[in-house]
DNA sequence: AGTTATTTCCGGATTACCTCA
DNA sequence: GCTGAGGTAATCCGGAAATAA
C-alpha cells in the first residue's frame, strides 16, 4: 500500500510518506515498522496455509509486519518458543516444561489460583499438568522486581497475593480480575512478540505453558500488544504528517509572496510582461519548475528582480530554448 | 456448486483494575 | 489517606475466513 498525499494541483507526483516512516522512527523513536495493505492479505494466506493442517489453523513464523518497538534484541531463529532461554536466568536455568521433572520452569502465575485449575483451562486444552504445584515448585528468580526483595519475601508477598485473590474469587466468582504479569512473563511475552507478533495455537499454548499463564491470558495480551503498536504507529505517522503539513503550509506562504512580488512587478513593469511566454519545464532532479528565459527578464527588465526561486532554478540547461531568449 | 450455520480469530472500543505521583 | 492520570489486562462486539453439513 501506497499512501500518496495529494496536495491538490499536483497529483502527478503523489506524495508518499510511509515508505520514509520507518527512516523517522529508526533515527527517533528507536522502532520501525512496515506498513503494508499486503498484512491483511499475507494474513489471509497465513491462515490458508496454516489451515492446511489439523490444528495449525494460523502461522505466524513470517509475519507481513515488521515492527519493533523495543531495542532489538535478536533471538536465533532456531530457537522456538519451547526453547527460549530467558534472559534473567542464569544457562542452567531454562523453562522446562511444567510437567517436566526437573521441578524448574513453574513460573509464578499471577493469575492463577495456587490448588484450582479453572475450567477455562480445561476448555482451552492447555490446563497445566500440576496446577497445584505453582507454590511449592516456584524456582524463577524474582528478585530484580519489586526492589530486589529477596527470593523469600517475594515468595511470601506473591502467596498473600494469591490468597488475597483467591478470597477474592471465593466472595465472588464473577469479580473481573485484573492482574499485572510480572517482569518476567512481560519481558518473554515480548521478546515472542519480537519473533512473531501473531500466535498460532501451538505457540499460544507453548507460552502460556512456559509462562504459567492461561492460553487465553496469552492470547489478549498479544492482541492488546498489537493493538498497543499500531497506536504507536499512528502517533509516528501523524507526527510526521505534522511535520509535512508544516513545511508545505511554509511553501505555500512562500509561494504566495513570490506571486505578491510577481504581481507587483507586473503593474510596475507592464513592458515586462508583454514578452514572449515563457517556457516552464519540471526539472527532473528535483522536480521544481525551471524557467527558460532568464536572460531574456534579466535584459528586458534592466535590472535583476526576478524573485529569489526563479533565480534559483537557471541552473537547469535548457538549450532548446534559444527563441525565446532572442 | 451454492447456501447456511458454526467455529475461530482478530481488531476496535471500552471497562475495570492497579500503580504512582 | 485521597485523588486523578496513565498503563494495561480483560471484556464485549462485530467482521472475516474457513469448514462442515
Known sequence: MELAL????????????????????????????????????????????????????RTSSDPPVQLDLLPLVPVPRTQTALQFRLPWLTDNMVLSEPGSSDGLGKGLDVNRLP??????????GAALSSPNSTVSSFHMDFGARNGGRSKRDHLEFELERASSRASDDDENGSTRKKLRLSKEQSAFLEESFKEHSTLNPKQKVALAKQL???????????????????????????????????????????????????????????????????????CPSCERVATTSNSVVSSASGNNTRPRTMQSFHHHAQPNNKAAAS
Not at 115 to 124: P, Q, S, W
Request: charged letters at 30%.
Open 115 to 124: 490448588v484450582v485449575a479453572t475450567a477455562e483451562e480445561t476448555e482451552d
Open 212 to 282: 504459567n499463564l492461561r492460553p487465553r491470558q496469552v492470547e489478549v495480551w498479544f492482541q492488546n500488544r498489537r493493538a498497543r503498536t499500531k497506536l504507536k504507529q499512528t502517533e509516528v505517522d501523524c507526527e510526521y504528517l505534522k511535520r509535512c503539513c508544516e513545511t508545505l503550509t511554509e511553501e505555500n506562504r512562500r509561494l504566495q509572496k513570490e506571486l505578491q512580488e510577481l504581481r507587483a512587478l507586473k503593474t510596475s513593469q507592464p513592458f515586462y510582461m508583454q514578452l514572449p511566454a515563457t517556457t516552464l519545464t519540471m
Open 6 to 57: 495529494s496536495l491538490g494541483h499536483d497529483a502527478s507526483t503523489p506524495f508518499t510518506f510511509l515508505d520514509k516512516t520507518p527512516k523517522i522512527a529508526n533515527k527517533d523513536l528507536g522502532f520501525r515498522m512496515a506498513l503494508g495493505s499486503s498484512f491483511s492479505a499475507a494474513r489471509s494466506e497465513e491462515i490458508k496455509e496454516a489451515r492446511g493442517g489439523q490444528d495449525n489453523r
